[in-house]
């Protein structure tokens, strides 16, 4: 073989080579699209109740510890504004919408809500330390890397933080308890992540949910796990019950003056449905 066949072999097989590799990055590149895609257009809905409680502190950036005596000659508490308390047993509904198409690169959406209304166990005077009214929703965009028996999501998004709390301060000004309030109203980016399995045949599933964010003075971990059995479970509609354990830690460092950390727990109950 000379020198001038020898080129042009060398040509011919490289510009194979070329398309050979082209292929393959083009079938790559596909199968990366299909991880965003359902199969169908689909909406998933559900309501929960869930029961929790917790703790609750809201400490001044600056904290008088003079002791003195308030209302009824009561010693004002100079640690008051210092401690965790203990949150009563509440309830609240839990809601979620998340919306899932087969139209590459673009993420599946979903929306979570919940109103967390709730106060400490302790009082003076009658008067609760704290009183909670905060709106948690949840706004995500994900994507699905796995959709069988074993299903995966991952994304991103943004948590709002809306409402306020009302505190029960010791006012050294005057030796009494006076009412305090900082109102909230924060967005945070977060990270989301969610898992689950199937037992095929049975109905049976078990799923966990992971938010988390630690970003600009503020931390969240939202993490929950749950079993649900489908007692509907057709092409046109899924319905099914679902029981589950919610922990949702919220950390506001100097916020308004104020370091807030709030820790919501408890079990919940709700019904599910997939269109």
Known sequence: MNLQQFITVSGIYWDNTMKILKISMLALGTSLCGLAQADVIGIKADVSYWFYDGKAQVK????SLANQTGQDN???????????????????????????????????A???????KTQTENEVLGQPIYDLDIAHTDFILYYEILDNIVDADVGFGATS?????????ADPTSSFYKMGKVDIDKTIPVIYGSAGVKLPFTGLSAKGELLYSNF?????????AELQYNFIDNLLVDVGLKA??????IKLDDYEKNDLKFNFKGPYIGIDIHF
């Open 60 to 63: 001044p950036k600056s904290t």
């Open 74 to 108: 009561l010693l004002l508490d100079p640690y008051m504004d210092s401690r965790e308390y203990d949150l009563d047993r509440k309830g609240s509904a839990q809601l979620s919408l998340a919306f899932e198409h087969p139209i590459p690169l673009i993420p599946n």
């Open 110 to 116: 979903k929306i979570r809500h919940v109103n967390l």
């Open 161 to 169: 933080l809306n409402g306020d709390v009302k505190t029960l301060l």
């Open 216 to 224: 600009n003075d503020t931390k969240i971990t939202d993490a929950q």
């Open 244 to 249: 589950g354990y919610r922990i949702l830690d």
